[in-house]
């Protein structure tokens, strides 16, 4: 299984810097919590091809050149990249860097948002890119079984394919993998009804520091054995443990869905539609708003026929049994004509509901589009919020000149907020887009969020941590690191370092 570079050019990647370090030596700081290792690329090498073979490791530029980065904008490079194939290859890796002190990043697809997978200390880069093999589908037990290098729309694909469905569905789907979404929680436009990758998780196989096995939960639905290690993992982002096979709990997949794509004149009536479809007993699989800016840059792509004049746009999916969703789709049109929709499209079967999701796929492009540095933030609001966020954004477009463009998930109140700037290479420009983001996160605490939902906090959001967990939260969050990880070797540099 190949990774591809992403579309990031070699000119307008910011390299991250680290501690000086001698020619051909790789230092670090020898204090308790920091990795200590002083040992040559080339005898780091030569020991880990030793332990693994060629075929498994690389220090071709062009390799940790791929490796080094995301879709974040910061890249390093690593020593070394490791190709795991096996449980056992990922606990011999860790035991012996653990014994070297050697800083291991996972990576899953390389496709996050936040610089999680940046090898910032260097050392070596873990690919679990060829751990991707479904090692078992049952539906007698409701349940998958895979590794963590599986494409997550391919695991979807061979589960329907039996009637069944693993609702958790992230816009990037036919990219990401699932190690990458249980690294991240990750969440997608279904999480009103469905709720996020958690809750899908029933079993898992991780990795210790050291090289130790662990398994938590298993092949049951329900298990209220000793504390709730999984839901410790999920959303570690790599710095607690490395996942190396997970159990997932499956659903009966629904016979029916539809879809109906609404027009309003702005994002209020919009919103206030999200609220009336819930609070008449309807609860949609998902439920997706999208602002003016974001219509328009789509329009430039697909023109007025798909998206017609307004400022506010609304997707409602629904699925259950045939008759079920019939009946739903017209009450949820006269509900919408009611809420002041102007145009309304209908999708009563597969093809025509996957239409409008990848209309909704194509709005992250439309805006990169744009030619302006598109700075994708996933902050969350409490639902009754969402008008109050559009005209905050609103604000805050008007007093710094940076357009936002606001679209996801409503149902849920994740919203992406997404700074447009332009020349984001440019000093001056990039310090006022980041005061413009701390204003945004400041408001969105203050008023319950989170700054973030589903692409977690890595790199980009570390400078903001501590104030969205609070410092008794951020110090048990360091203290569990510190117990599993005692010498901060995994994806050591992101946001519980200093």
């Not at 990922?90 to 014994?99: G, I, M, P, Q, T």
């Not at 958790?168 to 990219?175: G, I, N, T």
């Not at 629904?318 to 009946?327: H, T």
């Not at 302006?372 to 559009?390: F, G, H, Q």
Request: with cysteine; proline share 5%; charged share 25%.
């Amino acid at each position: 299984m190949k990774l591809t570079p992403n579309e990031i050019s070699e000119d307008n990647v910011p390299r991250l810097k680290r501690p000086d370090t001698e020619e051909g030596k790789k230092t670090y700081d020898e204090t308790e919590d920091s990795v200590i290792v002083q040992e040559t690329e080339e005898d780091l090498l030569e020991a880990l091809t030793a332990m693994f073979g060629e075929d498994k490791v690389s220090a071709d530029a062009e390799v940790r050149e791929v490796h080094s980065k995301d879709k974040w904008y910061a890249s390093y490079p690593p020593e070394v990249v490791v190709f795991a194939e096996s449980t056992d290859d990922v606990s011999k890796l860790l035991a012996y860097a653990s014994r070297k002190r050697i800083p291991v990043t996972t990576r899953g697809a390389g496709i996050g948002y936040v610089g999680g997978c940046v090898p910032v200390k260097g050392g070596i880069l873990l690919s679990m890119a060829r751990m991707n093999t479904i090692l078992a589908i049952s539906p007698q037990d409701g349940v998958a079984v895979t590794q963590p290098g599986v494409i997550t729309g391919d695991l979807q694909k061979a589960v329907r394919a039996l009637g069944w469905d693993y609702p958790p569905d992230p816009a990037s789907l036919k990219e990401c993998s699932i190690g990458g979404n249980i690294a991240t929680n990750a969440g997608g436009p279904r999480c009103l009804k469905y709720g996020v990758t958690r809750n899908y998780v029933i079993g898992l196989e991780v990795v210790l520091c050291n090289g130790r096995v662990m398994r938590c939960g298993g092949r049951t639905l329900k298990n209220k054995t000793g504390f709730d290690l999984i839901g410790l993992f999920v959303g570690s982002e790599g710095m607690l443990g490395i996942v190396t096979e997970i159990t997932l709990r499956i659903i009966p997949k629904p016979p029916a869905r539809g879809m109906l794509a609404a027009v309003f004149p702005d994002f209020a009536a919009a919103a206030q539609t999200v609220h009336n479809i819930l609070q008449a007993g309807h609860l949609p699989s998902a439920l997706e708003i999208t602002d003016g800016f974001t219509l328009q840059a789509s329009r430039k792509i697909h023109g007025d026929d798909v998206f017609p004049p307004g400022n506010g746009h609304l997707i409602v999916e629904i699925d259950g049994r045939p008759a079920a969703v019939r009946s739903e789709l017209e009450e949820l049109h006269e509900l919408l004509i009611a809420s002041g929709a102007v145009n309304i499209r209908v999708a009563r079967n597969e093809e025509e509901c996957e239409a409008i999701w990848q209309m909704r796929r194509g709005f992250s492009y439309a805006l990169r589009d744009t030619g302006l540095t598109k700075l994708n933030e996933d902050i969350v609001v409490p639902r009754s919020k969402l008008v109050e966020l559009v005209e905050f954004t609103e604000m805050l477009q008007r007093d710094t000149g940076i357009p936002i463009a606001c679209f996801g998930h409503a149902g849920d109140g994740n919203i992406h907020a997404n700074l447009m700037v332009n020349n984001y290479e440019d000093p001056e420009t990039k310090k006022r887009a980041d005061a413009a983001l701390e204003i945004l996160f400041a408001w969105v605490l203050a008023r319950g969020g989170a700054i973030t939902g589903e692409h977690g906090v890595g790199l980009a959001k570390k400078p903001w941590i501590k104030e969205a967990l609070g410092g008794v939260s951020f110090d048990v969050h360091r203290a569990l690191k510190k117990t599993l990880d005692p010498h901060n070797i995994l994806n050591p540099g992101k946001f519980l370092d200093d």
